[in-house]
């Protein structure tokens, strides 16, 4: 079965991602600038939902992280709370 594959940018120390997991979306990926934020978001996601790839970087440097046509969709909640 086919899961879409979602990135999260600015993942910061939201729970809705965790919410979104929880939820069946499970094939995540999401990047944060700040290394506090990509710590936090560790410790929301916890040890049982260790398949999240969690990376501290900056939207301008995934070119190489995060392969060509990888992602189906993108959340950038920061931008919808703003």
Excluded: C
């Excluded at 979104?20 to 506090?36: I, K, P, R, V």
């Amino acid at each position: 079965e086919y899961a879409p594959r979602i990135m999260i940018a600015g993942i910061g120390n939201d729970p809705t991602p965790v919410q979104m997991y929880d939820a069946g979306w499970t094939n995540m990926t999401a990047f944060d600038y700040s290394a506090a934020a990509i710590s936090r978001a560790r410790a929301l996601f916890g040890e049982e939902r260790d398949d999240v790839r969690l990376l501290h970087a900056d939207f301008t440097e995934l070119t190489g992280v995060i392969e060509t046509a990888s992602i189906d969709a993108t959340l950038d909640k920061g931008t919808l709370d703003a």
